[in-house]
């Protein structure tokens, strides 16, 4: 089973709400990572966390903030965004995230975000 | 630095003929490589990854590519397309930053099947 979940699939909101994004998997990956896609563009990384730590931020603005509560789980929470955060936020995960691993990432299926 | 470079931003194809996705890569270091599909409003998914032994690496979907270091190349191939592989396609990178890895990607090619 190679599958990352993510919740919600759609989610709008204003410039002063505060949501959430969550990403989930069970594989027994202890690596895991948001990523932000524009239209037509590749997806862009944003947080790396490995064995719950956060390993690499992407120079990503404050109102984007991660969590790893544990293993499995990987929540981005959302405040005070503007409309050009609107993107799909993408979720994935793999083995180990080290240098010295042939990893391989796992993708979700993404978040597609509005912000109004 | 390591990078990918993808020569095509589209490629036109017609139902049951071949074709090559290019991708480039610049490194001066061991590399991993990879390729993905994205569907119309989906995530990415694995078509194949290069990460040692044999050069021709085979994927889902009756995709393969070759591994060739002289010409820093990984380009994709599918010998007879269809429909259903209409998508936009990355190739992507390993680079090691911190400590950690992260995926560097092409800026996509996107693919389309013409009946």
């Known amino acids: 089973d190679t599958e990352v979940t993510q919740t919600p699939k759609h989610l709008v909101m204003g410039m002063t709400n505060k949501k959430s994004l969550k990403c989930e998997q069970h594989?027994?990956?202890?690596?895991m990572y948001w990523y932000k896609q524009k239209a037509k563009k590749p997806p862009e990384l944003m947080f790396v966390?490995?064995?719950?730590?956060?390993?690499i931020n992407e120079s990503v603005p404050s109102r984007f903030s991660p969590e790893c509560p544990n293993s499995s789980l990987l929540n981005l929470h959302l405040h005070a965004l503007q409309p050009e955060d609107s993107a799909l936020y993408l979720c994935?995960?793999?083995?180990?995230?080290?240098?010295?691993?042939?990893?391989?990432?796992?993708f979700g299926p993404g978040t597609r975000l509005t912000v109004l | 630095a390591q990078s990918v470079t993808q020569l095509d931003s589209q490629v036109p194809v017609f139902e049951e003929a071949p074709v090559e996705l290019r991708c480039n890569y610049s490194?001066?270091?061991?590399?991993?490589l990879f390729w993905y599909v994205q569907y119309p409003n989906q995530g990415l998914q694995l078509l194949l990854k290069?990460?040692?032994?044999?050069?021709l690496v085979k994927g889902i979907n009756g995709f393969e590519a070759e591994f060739n270091k002289s010409q820093t190349s990984f380009h994709l191939r599918k010998p007879s397309v269809h429909i259903s592989d209409t998508a936009e396609y990355f190739c992507?990178?390993?680079?090691?930053?911190?400590?950690?890895?992260?995926?560097?990607f092409g800026q996509g090619t996107r693919l389309t099947i013409n009946p």
């Open positions: 994935a995960s793999s083995q180990r995230g080290l240098a010295g691993n042939t990893d391989t990432q796992y």
């Open positions: 594989m027994g990956h202890r690596a």
């Open positions: 966390y490995s064995y719950e730590k956060l390993s």
């Open positions: 290069y990460l040692s032994g044999s050069t």
């Open positions: 992507a990178v390993t680079l090691i930053i911190q400590g950690a890895q992260k995926l560097v």
């Open positions: 490194s001066s270091v061991s590399v991993y």
